[in-house]
């Protein structure tokens, strides 16, 4: 009898005021109104590569012995890793992010995040925490990378990498694996792809604008395909690879190149054959136009093409056309470049 009654008591002051369980019977509950912490005026904070980005967090009062926590939810595992605790006078920094955060301390209510130099896999949701005994109390920010999606796979063939190989191949392509938000919004902007593709969170789609029979069949709906969570070691098949605004310049030489002439011919003007995620990312954010094929890292050749031509190519579309891997030995293409 004395157990049940102090779990009553317990139960009592764990729970909300009465007027808030009751206050809607039914529908969607009132959101909870943050006492200590400014609601942001935009959730979503846009940059690119490169760039510095602030993540808003501001007071609306300095309570006694606060603290303020930083951290980030990893899109591959949703774990969430703590970037940066303070008290308003001293602060810790945690995490690979450490050497590239720092408090913006616009005023002694200001507790805003600020990334420097942002990175490929800075991207994702952050968590502003208000630390104070009783009363915690948090926001939740999105950093959002402006970049493109891109289908990738292997000189051997479609359907050759598991999702350590698939991640391996877009990181040296100047990409990372793409998280699903990156590829629904590519979907959207028109990627229509019929090979599926791992992504970071370690599940297999692909992209389809116009339903056919190879792909699923005509009576499917447009949209983003899905295979689920697959065996990250047995399983195997192409990589949706995601990269963002470029350090640096892409270019052109002309010739008639084998693969190895290709990146001597690179190195010659002081730069490196560019990769393609560098290709990529000069045709979406330096309009680089290009009816020739060059030679890429890996021993693709490709070519970017911003306003679409019959004589490159005659498809409708702007896009990064590919003729695939050819022999290394042909002499038949120029290369493409990157220097930064």
Same mark, same amino acid.
């Given at each position: 009898?004395?157990?049940?009654?102090?779990?009553?008591?317990?139960?009592?002051?764990? %729970?909300?005021?009465?007027?808030?369980?009751?206050?809607?019977?039914?529908?969607?509950?009132? @959101?909870?109104?943050?006492?200590?912490?400014?609601?942001?005026?935009?959730?979503?904070?846009?940059?690119?590569?490169?760039?510095?980005?602030?993540?808003?967090?501001?007071?609306?009062?300095?309570?006694?012995?606060?603290?303020? !926590? /930083?951290? !980030?939810?990893?899109? %591959?595992?949703? +774990?969430?890793?703590?970037?940066?605790?303070?008290?308003?006078?001293?602060?810790?920094?945690?995490?690979?992010?450490?050497?590239?955060?720092?408090?913006?301390?616009?005023?002694?209510?200001?507790?805003?995040?600020?990334?420097?130099?942002?990175?490929?896999?800075?991207?994702?949701?952050?968590?502003?925490?208000?630390?104070?005994?009783?009363?915690?109390?948090?926001?939740?920010?999105?950093?959002?990378?402006?970049?493109?999606?891109?289908?990738?796979? =292997?000189?051997?063939?479609?359907?050759?990498?598991? *999702?350590?190989? %698939? !991640?391996?191949?877009?990181?040296?392509?100047?990409?990372?694996?793409?998280?699903?938000?990156?590829?629904?919004?590519? /979907?959207?902007?028109?990627?229509?792809?019929?090979?599926?593709?791992?992504?970071?969170?370690?599940?297999?789609?692909?992209?389809?604008?116009?339903? +056919?029979? =190879?792909?699923?069949?005509?009576?499917?709906? =447009?949209?983003?395909?899905?295979?689920?969570?697959?065996?990250?070691?047995?399983?195997?098949?192409? %990589?949706?690879?995601?990269?963002?605004?470029?350090?640096?310049?892409?270019?052109?030489?002309?010739?008639?190149?084998?693969?190895?002439?290709?990146?001597?011919?690179?190195?010659?003007?002081?730069?490196?054959?560019?990769?393609?995620?560098?290709?990529?990312?000069?045709? !979406?954010?330096?309009?680089?136009?290009?009816?020739?094929?060059?030679?890429?890292?890996?021993?693709?050749?490709?070519?970017?093409?911003?306003?679409?031509?019959?004589?490159?190519?005659?498809? @409708?579309?702007?896009?990064?056309?590919?003729?695939?891997?050819?022999?290394?030995?042909?002499?038949? *293409?120029?290369?493409?470049?990157?220097?930064?």
């Amino acid at each position: 009898m004395h157990r049940l009654l102090l779990l009553s008591c317990l139960w009592l002051l764990a %729970a909300p005021p009465a007027s808030s369980i009751f206050q809607r019977p039914t529908g969607t509950p009132a @959101p909870l109104r943050l006492q200590y912490l400014l609601e942001p005026l935009h959730p979503t904070v846009h940059t690119q590569r490169g760039a510095t980005a602030t993540l808003p967090c501001v007071l609306r009062t300095l309570p006694h012995n606060y603290r303020v !926590k /930083w951290s !980030k939810v990893e899109p %591959a595992n949703y +774990r969430e890793n703590i970037i940066i605790i303070t008290n308003g006078l001293y602060h810790k920094n945690y995490g690979p992010l450490s050497p590239r955060v720092r408090l913006r301390h616009s005023h002694r209510y200001d507790a805003s995040l600020t990334i420097t130099d942002v990175a490929l896999e800075d991207e994702g949701r952050y968590r502003c925490q208000l630390v104070n005994g009783l009363e915690d109390e948090s926001i939740s920010l999105t950093l959002h990378l402006e970049g493109v999606v891109f289908p990738y796979q =292997p000189s051997n063939g479609r359907y050759k990498f598991n *999702y350590h190989e %698939a !991640k391996r191949a877009c990181e040296q392509q100047d990409s990372r694996l793409a998280t699903y938000q990156q590829l629904y919004k590519a /979907w959207t902007e028109g990627l229509d792809w019929c090979n599926a593709g791992w992504i970071l969170d370690g599940t297999v789609h692909y992209p389809i604008i116009n339903s +056919r029979e =190879p792909c699923g069949g005509r009576l499917l709906l =447009p949209g983003v395909r899905t295979y689920g969570a697959r065996d990250k070691q047995k399983d195997r098949f192409d %990589a949706f690879c995601f990269t963002s605004a470029l350090q640096g310049q892409v270019y052109f030489i002309r010739g008639h190149l084998n693969f190895k002439e290709a990146g001597q011919a690179c190195r010659n003007h002081g730069a490196a054959i560019a990769k393609v995620g560098q290709l990529y990312s000069a045709w !979406k954010f330096s309009q680089l136009d290009r009816c020739d094929g060059g030679w890429l890292a890996d021993g693709s050749v490709r070519y970017p093409i911003t306003t679409p031509r019959e004589r490159c190519g005659g498809l @409708p579309d702007p896009g990064v056309r590919s003729f695939g891997f050819p022999s290394k030995e042909m002499r038949t *293409y120029g290369t493409y470049c990157f220097v930064g």
